[in-house]
Each structure stands twice: as structure tokens, then as C-alpha cells.
């Protein structure tokens, strides 16, 4: 008998793509949306994404307390580099280093021009005489290392070029 048999074929039934194709043609509900402050914001979903409106951190900072200098200049057996600034935290170098000089730098210090390393204070060995500083950075250091680069916690969303027409 046709009617107990749940899978027989019927001429009126909607197949599962003809179903899909249907359902993607009608329209969806459109929630409104409203501003709500970041602690109101809990258990909501966003309208749009949430983008950065400039790179954090702004520059290359420095991750670690230590001596920020061009890795270029650094001898992999160990280096010795020319004290020749200071950069508290949160500041940007007065001066761009030049070759053969380190810049003492602390966490969240803007890495001077030129500087493209950090060694970290712990490894390093300071001396001084007749009225120049001079710090002693340790073998094996790569280029790069302790730097936080800009960008790197979050960077803006990119532009959309407006199209061409014609």
C-alpha cells in the first residue's frame, strides 16, 4: 500500500535542493541594530566588525628591558657596542643609532632608527671608562629578537580602493 511507505515517490514532493534553492531566494530578517557601550556589550552580536583605527603598537617597540641595536653590526661571536642613548618606555628615541652603538631601552620603548634587535639586559655585561659606556651583548642573538614590531597586536582593517567604472 503507497501510503505506508514513507519513501515512495510522489509527484508533489519537494526534492532537498529544490527546497535549498527556495529558501536562499527569499529574504532574511534584518534585526535592527543599536550603539551600546563595551560593558553593556556582553551576550550581543556585532553589526560589523570591530577594527583598529591605527596599528598597536604604533612603532617597533621593544618587548624586553635591555639594549636595542643594528643587528648588522653585531659579530656573532659577541658584541661590543657603544652606549649611546637612553629610551624609557613608552618613548621614542631621540636620535637614530649609529653603527657600532646600542641604545639602553626598556619594555615598550620605541626602537630607535636603525635598531633592528634587543638583547636583554640579563645577558649583557655594561663597562665603563674615561667617560664612554660600553655594553657587552652576548653570541648567538638573532636579528630581530626582543622587537615587537609594529602591528603586531592588532592592525586597521585595509582600505577599500574605490573601483573604476566605465
Known amino acids: ?4 511507505d514513507c ?6 514532493r519537494l526534492l532537498h535542493d529544490e527546497a535549498l534553492d ?6 532574511l530578517p534584518s534585526p535592527g541594530h543599536e550603539t ?18 591605527r596599528n598597536v603598537p604604533q612603532h617597533d617597540t621593544s618587548a624586553v628591558d635591555g ?3 643594528r643587528h648588522q653590526d653585531f659579530d656573532p661571536c659577541g658584541g661590543f657596542f657603544r652606549l649611546e642613548t637612553r629610551i624609557p618606555a613608552g618613548h621614542p628615541a631621540a636620535q637614530s643609532l649609529t653603527p657600532w652603538a646600542a641604545a639602553r631601552i626598556f619594555t615598550g620603548g620605541v626602537m630607535p632608527e636603525g635598531a633592528d634587535t634587543v638583547a636583554m639586559q640579563e645577558d649583557c655585561h ?4 674615561g667617560g ?8 648567538g642573538l638573532p636579528k630581530g629578537a ?7 597586536t592588532l592592525r586597521p582593517a585595509p582600505r577599500s580602493l574605490p573601483r573604476a567604472t566605465g
Not at 500500500?1 to 505506508?4: A, D, K, T, V, Y
Not at 519513501?7 to 508533489?12: N, Q
Open 1 to 4: 500500500m503507497r501510503g505506508e
Open 7 to 12: 519513501f515512495a515517490a510522489d509527484d508533489k
Open 22 to 27: 527556495l529558501l536562499a531566494r527569499l529574504p
Open 36 to 53: 551600546v557601550s563595551l560593558g553593556k556589550g556582553r551576550g550581543r552580536i556585532l553589526a560589523a566588525p570591530v577594527t583598529a583605527p
Open 67 to 69: 639594549y636595542a641595536f
Open 126 to 129: 655594561l663597562e665603563t671608562g
Open 132 to 139: 664612554q659606556s660600553v655594553v657587552i651583548v652576548p653570541a
Open 146 to 152: 626582543n622587537r615587537r614590531l609594529a602591528g603586531k
